[in-house]
């Protein structure tokens, strides 16, 4: 049996990494920055973004879910990075207006539908739904206990930003070599980079709304959206093609 392909999602968290460091706004509606964050406001910020995390974490699932079921075929590369790239795009130039609310679904729902075919495809090897079921508790596993890291010790990662962009830009080059030219093994070493990388994101992204970094919802929810996203497809990659070897 052919291993996975690998996950073809790189290019998001390098833009939401990008995007999380730039300067602070003034506040607004949906709570972007203030000069002085409070304890309160910080309070306030992560309540928020938790709550439309895990709204968006569902509806993703949901039409990764349905599109999965449907056997829907993959949208391609190019499509696949128009769409999220816009998508992502828009979602920031919104962030400060409820419509920001409406992208980011819009947004969440199509990378969802993105990754449908990729778990269609694990599921028809051999122990595909083992692959499928590991993958999906490792990510939360992952996540629970990073972010619960930061939130109880408040360590301030953000020293990780210019490693963490310059690592996401190798990794897209290197999976676009493993997608062109077919590299098994580098396909292999992608997926692992792809899991470092969004493991040290999730530390990125929570300790910025920790610190205050990050006081706009909509943007800190993207940020931990894409990173668990790609995790969840790294470690989905790395077990299917485990799987697909035996």
Known sequence: ????????????????????????????????????????????????????????????????????????????????????????????????????????????????????????????????GQVVTLALGSTAVTFLALSGWVLATRRDFSFMGGFLFAGMVVTLLAGLGAVFFQIPGLALVVSALVVLMSAGLILFETSRIVNGGETNYVLATVGLYVSIFNLFSGLLSLFGIGGGDE
């Not at 790189?10 to 995007?19: F, G, H, I, V």
């Not at 609310?101 to 993105?114: E, H, I, Q």
């Open 1 to 128: 049996m052919n291993p996975i392909d690998p996950p073809f999602f790189q290019p998001t968290p390098t833009a939401a990494s990008a995007a999380m460091t730039m300067p602070a706004r003034p506040a607004d509606a949906t709570g972007s920055a203030q000069a002085v964050p409070r304890s309160s406001d910080t309070a306030r910020v992560l309540r928020n973004t938790y709550a439309l995390l895990a709204l968006t974490l569902l509806f993703s699932a949901v039409v990764a879910g349905s599109a999965a079921a449907l056997r829907l075929p993959a949208p391609g590369i190019v499509i696949s990075l128009v769409g999220m790239i816009g998508l992502l795009y828009l979602t920031h130039k919104l962030s400060s207006s409820g419509w920001g609310l409406l992208s980011v679904f819009a947004f969440t729902g199509f990378m969802g539908y993105t990754l449908g075919p990729a778990i269609a495809r694990t599921l028809a090897i051999e122990g595909g």
